[in-house]
């Protein structure tokens, strides 16, 4: 035993000589390890990586991506983005939005954003060293199928026309009445009209009564009165100033009735009246003839004063046309020009007739926007910059358009489709087709873009449908 012991005792500084050296071996395998992985991880945490093409450093740069609703897949170049969480385990943990993707190599991308249930978003973007790329405005749209309200045969419609809230809308057949809602996907009132009721429809300013010629409709009590028991003969136009009060021309006279009172007055205005209507208590009349005029007359009280005239271009006819928003619309019937009125000094009846473009549809977003097709084209107008921006053509005409609420985009339809289009115009604008029909006639989109009524055939039924978009 003492002789094991005293061997032990010999191996003893050997061992601590051993160790030593191990010691130092591990500090400095330590310490460049270190130096290793701080070159690495350091330029990455502050936005570089290296090239390995050119053995250099470069900046990276990164993706902000939001969208409406959140949790959409994010694929670039057709790979999906995985989770940090997904990288530290190995897992497939899809990265999905809000999400700030960064160390995001320089360069050109197809962004492709996923949500079930929704149509996917695609766009092609570029990535600049240091920079960030911006995706905040991205909205999903549904992928469903629209939702038939009313069976009817498309022979059976003889008018449509939508509340000036863009809430409600009137669709006159042959024998009924029906007031469809433009918010939700419902079946709509039925009212029982008299057969060859005339067909042009206006709506009073509450939405509760709607003229359909001479005929009358209250939507509360479904109660008729035809202009006919008051011996007024046809029609040509009629406007609403109150739920109880209208004018309309007859015989080449403005004539206004109060319903309420059954007193009828005859306005003594010249016979070339050639169209109408009353906005904010005053009454705007369009002249014909060589040299056509506007004129503005204050309505108090049945007196009929002119406030103010202002001279059209010569030998050209004009028309009021509503595209919301309060605005005074004009539009040349030949050339489709639109013409918007405006009052720089009211107290001074200072109005100024400015010329924006030709139209077909279109739609006021505020006062300083004007979103407009004509035919083929689709446009933005704005006050800043005082000029329409070709947005993009389409191979099929457009029929009716609307302001989306989330304010990058505009929905807009064809005679055979319903469309979105993002107004982001990096690279491309990007137009997405919700709906496809051999035939879409009637479109009428609530006033924020959320829905659309249309005449359609799908699954051989033909009818009003509801896309909830």
Same mark, same amino acid.
């Given at each position: ?80 983005? %995985?989770?940090?969480?997904?990288? =530290? ?20 991308? &197809? ?21 960030? %790329? ?40 042959? %024998? ?25 429809? *206006? ?29 007024? $003969? ?27 009172? *059954? #007193? ?12 109408? #209507? ?27 004063? @002119? ?40 107290? =001074?009846?200072?109005?100024?007739? #400015? @010329? ?5 549809? $279109? &739609? ?8 407009? $097709? ?61 709906? @496809? ?22 699954? &051989? ?9």
């Amino acid at each position: 035993m003492p002789r094991l012991t005293s061997a032990c005792d010999s191996l003893a500084p050997a061992w601590n000589v051993m160790t030593s050296r191990v010691r130092k071996f591990l500090f400095v395998s330590f310490v460049v390890l270190f130096f290793l992985l701080a070159a690495v991880i350091l330029p990455y945490a502050f936005g570089f990586e290296l090239n390995f093409s050119g053995m250099k450093l470069q900046r990276t740069g990164m993706f902000d991506i939001k969208t409406t609703p959140s949790g959409a897949v994010i694929y670039l170049n057709g790979k999906k983005q %995985t989770s940090w969480l997904g990288q =530290l385990s190995g897992r497939d943990m899809a990265a999905t939005t809000p999400l700030k993707l960064k160390n995001v190599t320089p360069g050109t991308y &197809q962004v492709r954003l996923e949500l079930a249930g929704y149509w996917p978003w695609t766009k092609q973007l570029v990535v600049s060293p240091g920079a960030t %790329t911006y995706l905040e405005d991205v909205y999903f749209f549904k992928k469903i199928q629209p939702t038939l309200l009313a069976p009817l045969a498309a022979e059976e419609i003889n008018a449509v026309a939508v509340a000036p809230d863009h809430k409600y809308a009137a669709v006159l057949t042959k %024998t009924a009445l029906q007031i469809f809602s433009l918010d939700k996907a419902q079946p709509p009132q039925v009212i029982t009209v008299p057969q060859n009721t005339a067909s042009v429809l *206006s709506w009073s300013p509450s939405q509760q009564k709607i003229a359909a010629g001479r005929l009358i409709i209250d939507r509360r009590d479904q109660s008729l009165v035809n202009l006919k028991d008051f011996g007024i $003969g046809a029609i040509n136009r009629l406007a609403w100033a109150s739920d109880d009060l209208i004018y309309f021309q007859t015989d080449n006279q403005i004539k206004s009735l109060d319903l309420k009172n *059954s #007193k009828l007055v005859v306005a003594d205005f010249p016979k070339n009246v050639i169209d109408f #209507k009353i906005n904010n208590g005053y009454l705007y009349l369009i002249y014909d003839g060589s040299q056509p005029r506007l004129s503005i007359v204050k309505l108090n009280d049945n007196q009929f004063k @002119e406030s103010t005239a202002i001279k059209l271009k010569d030998y050209e006819r004009y028309r009021f046309i509503d595209l919301g928003a309060g605005n005074i619309n004009l539009q040349e019937v030949a050339s489709k020009k639109l013409y918007t009125l405006s009052n720089k000094f009211p107290w =001074l009846n200072d109005y100024a007739v #400015k @010329e924006i473009g030709a139209l077909t549809v $279109g &739609q006021w977003v505020g006062s300083d926007k004007l979103i407009f $097709g004509n035919n083929f084209e689709l446009s933005l107008w704005t006050s800043d910059a005082d000029r329409a921006k070709l947005l993009t053509r389409i191979s099929h005409p457009i029929t009716a358009l609307a302001w989306h609420k989330s304010n990058n985009y505009v929905i807009f339809a064809t005679d055979t489709s319903i469309n979105t289009l993002e107004l982001d115009d990096r690279y491309t604008y990007n137009i997405s087709t919700l709906l @496809e029909s051999s035939k879409i006639v009637y479109p009428i989109f609530n006033r924020d873009g959320s829905g659309v009524l249309f005449w359609t055939k799908l699954d &051989q039924k033909g009818g009003f449908y509801f896309l909830e978009i």
